[in-house]
Every structure is written in structure tokens, then in C-alpha cells.
């Protein structure tokens, strides 16, 4: 082995009316989604963020600026893949993945096992690889008042 490297990522999205609520890659049913440019999915953004940062591939603003209208709507599954060929271009294999969620509602440990395969698929890993975990805010500042979701991602990666 090469070289072994760290990365973190966070990110957070305003949680409002009348968007569809993407996260982990799958759309989980709930009266409320993120607001963003994209699909606003703050978990696999962090997790790009993660990715990106262990390889010192700066961050996911620099690579999909969100004034950039290709990105309008975006599904982040595909910013997640172009993440990947950036990473295989410099030969970096990923080890694996921790993340977690910090938001009030809804329960989301019914869809991790969904999410787990989804992003496990695309990093081209096992889903045993990707942990994903949930954690309310115990009703305190934005994420307990249900106006933002937050999200923390590390990955390593190795050559
Ligand atoms: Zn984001």
C-alpha cells in the first residue's frame, strides 16, 4: 500500500414545504424536503465532501458550483459518481465510509438499509463499507425545530 487518507465532510440543508426529500440517495416520505440547488441530498453531499477531501480534490462547491445551471436539480447520485471518476483517475480505491445524521424527523432507520446499498453501489464497495447513522437534535436549535437537517461524513481512501 501506497498511501492511506482521511477525509471529512459536512453539510446542511434548510428543510421546507413542498420538496421532495432526498437523502442517502433514496427519497424518504416526508411532509417536508431540503432546499438547495441540487436535490439537496446533505448526506451523500457530505460523503462527496469526504471523498473529495481525503484526496485533496477541494470541495463539492468548487467541482459543482451551484450557479452553474447543469446542477439545477441535479440528482447527487450522479454528483457522487463524477466524485468516484475523479478519485479513480488518481488511482485512489476507497476503504470506507462513516456518516451520520442529525436531524428531528422522520425516523430514519427504516431506509438506512436502502440507503447503505444505494451509495455502496456507486462507490463501487460493500454495503458493510458505508455506515450510516441517525441521531435527533433532542428538540434543540434548527435541527430540533425541524428547519434544517445536518449531516457529518469520514472516508478513507488508499492507493
Ligand atoms: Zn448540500
Known sequence: MKAIRIGQGV???QLVDGRDFWLGGILVPHAK???GHSDADVLLHAICDALLGAAGLQDIGYHFPD???NWKGADSKELLKKV???LKKQDWQIGNVDA???LEKPKIA????QMRQTIAGILG???NAVSIKASTNEKMGYVGR???VLAFAVALLFQ
Not at 427504516?110 to 438499509?113: A, L, S, V
Open 11 to 13: 453539510d446542511v440543508h
Open 33 to 35: 424536503g431540503a432546499l
Open 67 to 69: 450557479t452553474d445551471q
Open 84 to 86: 468516484v471518476q475523479l
Open 100 to 102: 451520520s445524521l442529525l
Open 110 to 113: 427504516p431506509y438506512i438499509p
Open 125 to 127: 464497495i460493500s454495503p
Open 146 to 148: 425541524q428547519e434544517g
